[in-house]
């Protein structure tokens, strides 16, 4: 093998954004090399993953994003014949009290002006959907039927096999530890392997990015936090929508938690701690599964007899103000970010992809250029937070 090669573009990473985006950029006839750390795609946050997307958010360069990823996964299989394990069935939320029912009912709006759809839905429709919730108190919640579950281990197969039945090169265990350079133009990447030369390359590198800015000479303002989840024995399906319960736990240490039944009968969960755990330590805590069983029972009690298989934690890149960054940088030529997902990168990915697809090939946004601009990487990223705090 030759120690220097030359593509189109270069992919540096093939997690939940980079595998897509060789996916979609191969498709669109350019010769892409991938290049992975990790001994084959999707084997960093991705698969750590519960599967759920969702365009149920409240900012519309998400909505629209993981809308794009629904239609992707959606018609996935009948395309490409290849299963995805989508599962439809959509997101509910529930609603205990007149606070979060004004949030939520406050940001439709928002949603339904792009293009998701969403409802407020009774008490009695949510309790068809989510079979066993307790009743006491509930007073409806939103319910986003289009929205689904797909496999976090099938999909990166899925886009893995169209990316090289285009053409794609993959180069598993194969770190990046340099960025090549002629003068301000990114022109490759160096690897202990050799130089590879592109006249693009994609930085999708999820919770390695603030590293890989430094060997580009940039600060990237990702930091990860790890969040554990888990699943269960598989059960006879009962449960259709993935379910976010927004009430503060009980014991003090949970914000919300969010469940679904998959498309194999696992119930499969995670929450969001209170207070986060910043760092990409992995390894499980011994409290998680005891606060998470009792916030599911609390919410469902039939849920008490579940056989848990799992356990595991994963990294959610997080910028400062929560919003993916998906831009070239300023001054700096052949060179994209596709990093900051904030732990929705496996909802997001596809959707991100087809964007920088487009921002590559045709130096145009999916995005109108005022949604998209949300995601620029010269934004103030302490703004938002900033404004909550007046």
């Not at 259709?240 to 919300?256: F, I, Q, S």
Request: charge should be negative; hydrophobic fraction near 40%; charged fraction near 20%.
């Amino acid at each position: 093998m030759a120690a220097d090669k030359t593509y189109d573009a270069i992919v540096v990473g093939a997690g939940s954004v980079g595998n897509p985006t060789a996916c979609f950029l191969s498709q669109a006839g350019l010769k892409v090399l991938v290049l992975e750390r990790r001994p084959a795609a999707g084997q960093g946050d991705n698969k750590a993953a519960i599967g759920g997307v969702r365009a149920t958010h409240s900012d519309p360069g998400k909505i629209m994003t993981c809308g794009e990823s629904l239609k992707i996964f959606t018609n996935w299989e009948d395309e490409y014949g290849f299963s995805v394990g989508w599962k439809p069935g959509g997101y509910c939320f529930p609603v205990f009290d007149d606070q979060i029912e004004g949030v939520l009912k406050g940001i439709l709006p928002i949603q339904k002006s792009h293009g998701l759809e969403i409802d407020w839905v009774d008490a009695d429709r949510v309790a068809d959907l989510c079979p066993g919730i307790i009743r006491e108190n509930l007073r409806g919640g939103t319910y986003s039927p289009i929205d689904g579950q797909v496999s976090p281990l099938l999909a990166p197969v899925a886009f893995q096999r169209e990316a090289q039945n285009n053409g794609a090169e993959y180069r598993f265990n194969e770190r990046v530890t340099g960025y090549l350079r002629d003068g301000a133009k990114v022109i490759g990447v160096k690897t202990g392997q050799g130089d590879y030369h592109a006249g693009e390359t994609i930085l999708a590198t999820g919770a390695d990015a603030a590293e890989h800015g430094v060997l580009l000479g940039l600060e990237i303002p990702v930091v990860p936090d790890v969040h554990e989840a888990g699943i269960s024995a598989p059960v006879e399906p009962f449960l259709k929508p993935l379910v976010v319960d927004l009430r503060p736990g009980p014991e003090g240490k949970t914000a919300n938690f969010y469940f679904g039944q998959n498309h194999e009968g696992q119930i499969i969960f995670c929450y969001t701690p209170r207070e986060l755990f910043p760092g990409t330590n992995r390894e499980s805590l011994s409290e998680f599964l005891p606060i998470l069983a009792n916030r599911m029972i609390s919410l469902i009690p039939r849920l008490k007899n579940l056989l848990i298989r799992r356990v595991w934690r994963g990294c959610y890149p997080m910028t400062p103000d929560g919003v993916p960054i998906i831009d070239r940088v300023k001054g700096v030529d052949g060179l994209m970010l596709a990093v900051g997902m904030c732990g929705q990168g496996f909802m997001m990915g596809p959707g991100v992809a087809k964007n920088v697809t487009s921002l590559i090939v045709d130096g145009t946004s999916t995005l109108p250029d005022e949604v998209h601009a949300c995601f620029r990487f010269d934004r103030d990223f302490w703004a938002a937070k900033t404004e909550a705090l007046k």
